[in-house]
């Protein structure tokens, strides 16, 4: 683990967070280990749901996966659970490290109770609990509508970076992920790849990718062309007297051609094309 959190100023956050919202929030440590919650109890259907072994043990992988998808994507992530309840994941980023994910759930999410129960029935068929006293206990729950849980996730989302901005969290700074990211972030429009990253610090191009992986959820060289992706961006946005070969230099791209192809792919159109876009939002 290479985050610490300051868990009193935390779990007064998280306690905030349910008084506005009514739903229960969960923090998850870069390793998916559950570091505080509020309420400190599971849902009464939840505690239903996991008095099955495989029910339960699908609870944790479905977390996990919630947890690896945000991480991957770098956003929040919104979807139905595996007893088709709603919830919302954002992962905490300090720098360009997911170092922790804020969860939030479980929340009922039907245009009515009947076609609710219809759903969460069929989901859990397999499992071997209570189906009415689940049925009693989802007709409990909190009901949500599509607008309510966006606005909550973008709450949520503010949380997130709160807890950066306000030490809540912190970093190891003697952790090699985070080395790693810091020099990237210092080098990364200069000539650079995997192999000289992986020298520069003595290890191997297959741990660097494996850290990549965890960190950024994609290799190397695809988190520096994002970087320099992301610089070109601002600068055409705001520094339009720059010419296309200067703004290729100024992010790391010594050729010109490549830009302009590796530009059109991530962002999904020319540089000129995306300049001309957002000179027409300012007016």
């Known amino acids: ?73 770098r956003e929040s992530y919104t979807y139905q659970c595996h007893a088709g309840l709603t919830e919302s994941i954002t992962p905490i980023i300090m720098g360009n490290i997911v170092i922790g994910y804020l969860l939030f759930g479980h929340v009922f999410s039907y245009p009515s109770t009947e076609e609710g129960w219809k759903h969460i029935q069929e989901c859990c068929k397999s499992y071997r609990i209570d189906m009415q006293t689940l049925k009693m206990f989802s007709q409990k729950l909190p009901r949500t509508t599509e607008d309510y849980i966006a606005s909550a996730s973008h709450i949520m989302q503010a949380v997130a970076v709160y807890l950066c901005m306000e030490r809540m969290v912190s970093l190891h700074q003697q952790e090699l992920p985070v080395q790693i990211d810091a020099y990237i972030q210092t080098h990364f429009t200069e000539k650079m790849d995997a192999m000289q990253i992986a020298s520069h610090f003595g290890i191997g191009k297959t741990q660097l990718y494996e850290l990549a992986q965890q960190n950024y959820g994609m290799g190397i060289a695809a988190h520096i062309r994002n970087l320099r992706i992301e ?53």
């Not at 610089?231 to 070969?245: F, I, N, W």
């Open 1 to 73: 683990m290479i985050s610490s959190f300051n868990l009193s100023k935390l779990n007064a956050l998280l306690k905030d967070f349910y008084h506005m919202t009514g739903i229960r929030i969960t923090v998850f440590d870069d390793t998916f280990h559950e570091l505080a919650a509020y309420p400190l109890q599971i849902a009464d259907f939840c505690q239903i749901i996991r008095t099955d072994e495989t029910a339960a043990a699908q609870c944790h992988l479905c977390d996990r996966r919630a947890c690896e998808i945000a991480s991957k994507h």
């Open 231 to 283: 610089k070109a961006k601002h600068l055409l946005s705001e520094c339009p007297d720059l010419s296309l070969a200067e703004i290729a230099s100024q992010c790391g791209f010594h050729d010109y051609n490549y830009f302009i192809t590796v530009f059109k792919r991530i962002v999904g159109m020319p540089p000129k094309a995306y300049a001309s876009k957002q000179i027409a939002y300012q007016f």
